[in-house]
């Protein structure tokens, strides 16, 4: 059961993340100076790999500290993934962005992204918890 939670909590992540960067597609290029044209074509798997395999540990990670600290229900769960989000994962965005003097709008896409990721996470580990 706790195998089957955090493979769909990492799927579940992986689709929010689908939706997120479909909705801010154009916005994100433009802040990592790629084009359409650069997208073009055969995409590369190796990305959306690496990607699954991110989501998959993080809710493995995540799954181990709910279960550890005794986090359970959907509600608690959901906050708790919020918070890994907003004040674990996306200031470690923020501050790489700042020193590699990479444009705001790509630490709020990028950051955006990683908190309701790991919200997501969290509300589908605690269905399962």
Do not use: Q
């Not at 395999?53 to 005794?70: I, K, Q």
């Amino acid at each position: 059961m706790s195998l089957i939670g955090v493979l769909l909590a990492a799927a579940a992540a992986f689709g929010f993340g689908a939706v997120w960067y479909m909705s801010f597609g154009r916005r994100w290029m433009d802040a990592v100076g790629m084009s359409e044209e650069d997208l073009k074509g055969n995409p590369d798997p190796v990305p959306f790999i690496i990607g699954f395999v991110a989501a998959l540990a993080t809710a493995g990670m995540m799954r181990h500290v709910f279960v550890t600290g005794e986090v359970t229900g959907v509600l608690a769960c959901t906050v708790s993934g919020l918070g890994v989000g907003l004040f674990f994962v996306a200031p470690w965005i923020v501050l790489n962005y700042a020193f590699a003097r990479r444009p705001r709008i790509l630490a709020l896409i990028d950051g955006g992204h990683v908190i309701g990721a790991c919200t997501v996470i969290g509300f589908v580990l605690g269905l399962f918890l």
